[in-house]
């Protein structure tokens, strides 16, 4: 999985958040603008959103190219929501697992993403295994490294932590274990966004006390799109947005806002418009990615 959204806000149809705008996520999963890792989301793609007065979200997730779900248009021209998480996949073994490997993953009133990839999984990970129950080890969705960093987010929740802390120690643990890992979480409960900036793009826009999107990428030309800078923490509702850096010395502890956060305008690259591929088989009429894709 290579970008991902997620918003609070009024009711209003997916397809406003999701296909309309110009860079929509749609778009993103063959033309991403900003995207560092992969160049084609096409391994299956998935949203998850709440209804009113119900805590357990629905989701729709498909193994295909986004492109390719001749309902996915009609669900979200008539589906509304005022909360919604979803995310399109570049697979680093196209096929593994499927469905089951499309993000939102979920639990409860939890829905998940993971934009980025776990150098050297399996192996790498063993040290962290001994850290969750092993019901949590054989009831995981997948056997993919986002799955695996999703069980450690949820052990966390399950515990008591707060949505940012549990982001944020969750990275930490992570990274240091696999350096080099790119880990960009993403996580609601319908009510609040929590979400780190690990080794890829994140933006935010935010209308304070109305609406906020936080995303890989803004999906338009809004000059209100603000990026995150790497290793931040950002947790978010419909009242605003507070950022904090992840991994602050001890005795400074994370969820305090930046002072001064580096909260600067995105700047989105000038480019030719890519067409629109042709619904078909993953990958149809894609380029070959030279790139290390996300998981």
């Not at 947790?235 to 850096?245: H, K, Y």
């Not at 480019?271 to 591929?277: G, R, T, V």
């Amino acid at each position: 999985m290579c970008r991902h959204l997620a918003f609070l806000g009024p009711e209003e149809p997916l397809g406003r958040l999701l296909v309309e705008p110009e860079h929509s996520l749609y778009r993103q999963s063959w033309a991403p603008r900003r995207q560092q890792y992969g160049t084609v989301n096409a391994d299956g793609f998935g949203v998850g959103w709440y209804a009113p007065a119900d805590p357990r979200p629905a989701r729709y997730r498909r193994a295909v190219p986004i492109w390719a779900d001749g309902s996915f248009a009609d669900l979200t021209r008539v589906v509304r929501t005022g909360a919604l998480l979803a995310a399109v996949r570049d697979a680093s073994l196209a096929g593994a697992d499927g469905e089951a490997a499309a993000a939102p993953f979920a639990a409860g009133s939890w829905l998940f993403s993971h934009n980025g990839a776990i150098p050297g999984w399996p192996g790498s990970m063993t040290p962290l295994v001994p850290l969750l129950p092993p019901a949590d080890l054989l009831s995981m969705e997948a056997r993919t490294d986002s799955a695996f960093v999703w069980a450690l987010v949820l052990h966390r929740l399950r515990s008591g932590a707060a949505p940012g802390p549990a982001l944020a120690e969750t990275v930490q643990q992570v990274a240091e274990a696999a350096p080099g890992a790119r880990l960009n979480l993403l996580l609601t409960d319908g009510a609040t966004i929590a979400a780190t900036a690990w080794g890829d793009s994140l933006c935010y826009l935010s209308e304070p006390g109305h609406r906020v999107v936080v995303a890989s990428e803004p999906y338009d030309d809004d000059p209100r799109w603000r990026e995150v800078p790497d290793r931040t923490l950002l947790t978010a509702s419909r009242a605003g947005v507070e950022l904090a850096p992840v991994g602050k010395p001890a005795g400074s502890p994370i969820g305090k806002p930046i002072e001064k956060p580096i909260d600067k305008p995105v700047q989105n690259p000038v480019e030719d418009p890519a067409p629109s591929p042709t619904p078909g088989p993953v990958r149809a009429g894609a380029p070959t990615s030279p790139k290390e894709p996300c998981t």
